[in-house]
Each structure stands twice: as structure tokens, then as C-alpha cells.
């Protein structure tokens, strides 16, 4: 019995340390990319977890910048990567997947009143849909100095596509963009996240120099640049706590050394 408390206060003991050892090291020096879909009040019946509504994405932005984060593009993430460029001390990139409207007439306003800058992952055979961003906001939005990316042409996870499919999608939703007047499109996003090894060579191939999952997780520079992992910011129960509660799974994840790889179906 006296073998088993010593074990038990053990066991505590060090699960102590490695609490303390979480949330009291310094946070690691990374650059954070946070996952953002619809940023309305609204709710349709689909996409409604992953609308963010106005005043908890207000709330959150007002946050990241008491904190001493700056946002960034990827372009400047890319560019300080290869030393043509200084990054701030906090680097964030928010993003928005999927290109909806709510994205011109509410995203896009929050971020000016700020100073702020994001990048909106498009899904390109559904530019000018009901609900969706139209090409003129697009070219407007990259004018207000919105970076935008692709998010392939169909939105099919890319793990359910043969490997002609799947370049295609890489290659065809570039191309469109950059057809209709939008500057080069450079960066990407996998539908659902869902990804395997050799994608990051074949997105090279098609002359894009960023992707990013959905796995969670801090940046360097040493991560792959077409494996960015990124913090999902759905819809909230919780309010700023659970903003703040995704922020530290980011940084335990680094600190942990633990890649999560979800492969969403
Ligand atoms: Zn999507």
C-alpha cells in the first residue's frame, strides 16, 4: 500500500512538472496561422459551426493585437523565409477558406479599421455564386491589399481524386484566377485538409510556394511551406476563452514536438 501512494504522489509530482513546464516556458517563437470560414451572424443550415459571428471575430482581432500580434501575408512569410524581409516580433496570418461574400462586406471592413491584412482561400468554380465572392470584389479585395489563394476548383478533398485529377485542380484554379485579372496567385489551401506526401512536390510543380492543412500547430521556418498548420477558429461555446484555449493547443502542440495529421474525410 505504501509502494502505491509513493507511485501515486509520483505520478502527480510529475504531472505537476509537466503543466507548469507547458504553460510556464516561454511560448515558442513561431508564426500562427489561424482558420477562418463565414464571419456573419447569420446561419445557414450548412457551414453553420464555421461561422464566426461579428462580435466574437471582433473580439478575437482586438485580442490579437493587445497581445502584440501583427498579421502578415504569406507573401511576407515567404519573403522573410528567404531573408528579403524583417517579420514582425508576433507573426500572425489569419486566413478564410472557401471565398464567401460575407468575407467583402464584413471581413474585409473589420480588418481595414485595424490595419490588419488576411488571406481568402478561393474555391474557383464557385467565384460568383449566391453566397459567394464575385471576380470585381475579388480584384477590389486584392486591391485593399487582401492576399488570395486557391482552394482548388471543386472543393473535393484531393485524397479521393487520382493524381491527373488532382493536378488538374492545382493547376485549372490558378490559372482562372490569374486569367481574370488577379495578381499571381502563390498559395494554397487543401480542401478539408486532407493531403498526402506527395502533394507538396506536385504543388511546386504548378508554381505555388505555400500550402496549408488543418493540422494544428506553430510555424518556422524549417516547416514544410506546403504543410503550414494552422489553428481552426470555429464558431465559439465559449467565448474568448476558448479562443484562448486554441492559441495554447497551438503552442503545446509545438512545444510538444507533435505534428497532428487529420485526414479529414
Ligand atoms: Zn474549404
Known sequence: MRYVRYGLGILAFALLVFISWLTLTPAPQGILVLEYHHICDEIGEDGAAYAVPVADFSQQLDYLQAEGYTTITMQDYMRAKKGKQELPAKPVILTFDDGYEDNYTTLLPLLEERGMKGTVY????????????????????????????????????????????????????????????????????????????????????????????????????????????????????????????????????????????????
Do not use: C
Open 122 to 265: 478561393m474555391i474557383t468554380n464557385s467565384i460568383g455564386r449566391k453566397g459567394y465572392l464575385s471576380w470585381n470584389q475579388l480584384r477590389e479585395m486584392q486591391e485593399r491589399g487582401i492576399e488570395i489563394g486557391s482552394h482548388t476548383a471543386n472543393h473535393q478533398p484531393l485524397t479521393t481524386l487520382d493524381r491527373e485529377k488532382q493536378a488538374e485542380e492545382m493547376k485549372l484554379s490558378k490559372l482562372l484566377m490569374e486569367w481574370n485579372g488577379l495578381k499571381t496567385i502563390f498559395t494554397f489551401s487543401y480542401p478539408n485538409g486532407a493531403y498526402d506526401e506527395e502533394m507538396p512536390a506536385m504543388l511546386k510543380e504548378n508554381e505555388y510556394l505555400t500550402a496549408v492543412t488543418g493540422d494544428g500547430g506553430l510555424n518556422t521556418f524549417q516547416t514544410n511551406p506546403y504543410l503550414l498548420q494552422r489553428i481552426n477558429i470555429p464558431r465559439p461555446h465559449l467565448g474568448m476563452t476558448e479562443f484562448k484555449l486554441r492559441l495554447f493547443k497551438a503552442e503545446a502542440l509545438t512545444k510538444l514536438g507533435i505534428r497532428q495529421h487529420l485526414l479529414k474525410e
